[in-house]
Every structure is written in structure tokens, then in C-alpha cells.
């Protein structure tokens, strides 16, 4: 099976009420942990890569190292682009084989959205990829853009048909209270999340597949393990997995995972050094890396998104 697009499983996760993991891949062995877990699963799967990514690793590595994931596992597999910020990073993936790309207008004022989004939709459609869009902005880091937590701004529900409609988008991400990366929320802070918008984005877009970004959990044990090995992270705090479970049943049908994986591989690493003192063979340490990574996207697949044997 060639690379696929978002469209199918994005159809089946939504009348099942499960995710399908979109998980951000940088280097061979990232990749490998997650299909790994993905095939032994049989559950489907979206790569994503972002501009960093492709300017750590390089465009063409990255897509051979998933055409290569699509060989050995036979899954359906969508390579998507994380954080599109123009049309020219969008285009560039498009003409390079991604099956989807997200445009992310979200920073620009409403009309230069729906007119950016709207000519990458045009663009990419032309070309059978998928888009995914995005409304509200979510406090944390993506690549050079730092949002601040009182610069985040919940997604407006009254603007979702007109944004939907104008622009032709296949998915739509929405703020509702996830940020991007390992420091969600201030340390004593409840973890909450505005299901209610939720609720309402999707009475106003019956059957459309809604997206969720900045989805890590955080995972205790190993930010627990990165500081028991000499890391030194301050209170780090995500979001509760009974709630993303909460939202796969509803109208989210992607859920964004990176922070887990960048913790998962560093816990793994800082131990094996700490208990490994004197190796220095890059494959000494970055199998039980890979190794990590598969045993988190398992747990995310069969306790979190549900989408285990739905491939
Ligand atoms: O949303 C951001 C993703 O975690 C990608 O992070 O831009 O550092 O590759 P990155
Ligand atoms: P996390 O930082 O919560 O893993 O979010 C990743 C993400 O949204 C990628 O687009
Ligand atoms: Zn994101």
C-alpha cells in the first residue's frame, strides 16, 4: 500500500469514536519505535514533519525513511506537514510526496487566514492532498514562533462554518486548552480543557474531523527518570490521558504527539548512560531509544487513542 491521505481513516475514526496518533518523526530510529508499535497494532498512522525537521534531517531522508515504514509494515500511513507556515512550505511538500500538509494561518488575522488557507487548499486538492487548517492559537513553542500562555486564544465556535466553507479544508484544529510542549501547566494547576467549545465546534460541523494539537501527556515516569539521571526539568505537566480519551470519542479524530516522544528517548538515553558509563557505539543507546518510543506509542494507541486493529 503506497502512502495514503487523512481522508479514510479520518472517515472510520470519526464514526468510531477513536484517534488515529499523529506522531513527529526526526530521524530513523523515531521513526522505527513508532511504526514498530504501529504494526504489531495493526493500527493506522500519520507521520508528521515539521519545518525544523525537515531542516534537522533533510526532506528527502525523512520521506525514504517513511516510504521505507509503508514497505515493512504495510500499514496505511499518512506523511503530513506539521505547522505549514506559508504556501511555499506547503507546495514544497505537496511537489515532494506528502499525502497531507496543514497550513497554519493561525497567527494572522481571520481573512488573511481563510485567503492563505484557501489558496494552499486549492493548490494541494489539485493535487490529491489533504489540509488540515487552524483557528485559535495555542500558547508554547512550535519552531521559531513562541506563543505566550496569555497570547493563546480559545478557537471562536461562530467563525468554524464560515472558515470550513471559505476555505474547503479537510480537518480543522482547534485551541481549547492543550499547548505545545513539555510545560502545559503551571505547577498546582488543574489541567482542564473547554470540551463545551469542543461540543459546540462540532454540532456546528456535524461528521468533520477536528484536530488537536499540543496533545502530550507529559509522562510522569519519564520526566521522573530524566531527572533521576542527572536532568534537571522543572514541575512538568500535560494533559491528563482521560481527557484526550474524552475528546478521541468526540469529534477529534487526530491527536498531535512529539513531547512524549522527545521524553520517552531522553529518559531511555540518560539512563542507559548513567548505568553505561563507558559505551560509545551510537547503537548501544539509541536501540533502547527506539525501544522506548514503541513501548510510549503502544500505550498511546491501545490506552489512549483507540485506534489499535483499525488499520
Ligand atoms: O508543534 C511543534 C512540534 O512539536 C514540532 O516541534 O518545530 O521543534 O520540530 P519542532
Ligand atoms: P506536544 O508538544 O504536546 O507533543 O504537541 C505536539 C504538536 O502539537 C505537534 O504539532
Ligand atoms: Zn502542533
New binding site residues.
Partial sequence: MPLVTTKEMFKKAYEGGYAVG?F?VNNMEIVQGITEAAKELNAPLIL?V?AGARKYANHTYLTKLVEAAVIETGLPIALHL??GADFEICKSCIDGGFTSV?IDGSHHAYEDNVALTKKVVEYAHAHGVVVEGELGQ?A?I?DDVNVSAEDASYTQPEQVEDFVTRTGVDSLAIAIG?????Y?FKPGQKPQLRFDILEEVSKRLPGFPIVL????S?IPEFVEKINKYGGQMPDAI??PEEMLRQAASMAVCKI???????LAMTAAIREHFALNPSHFDPRQYLAPAREAIKGMVTHKITKVLGCDGKA
Fill in positions: 499523529a513527529n508528521q515539521s506539521d505547522h496543514m495555542l508554547g512550535e492543550t499547548s505545545h510542549g513539555a502545559k494539537h499540543g496533545a502530550s507529559v500535560g494533559i498531535n504527539i512529539d513531547s512524549d516522544l522527545r
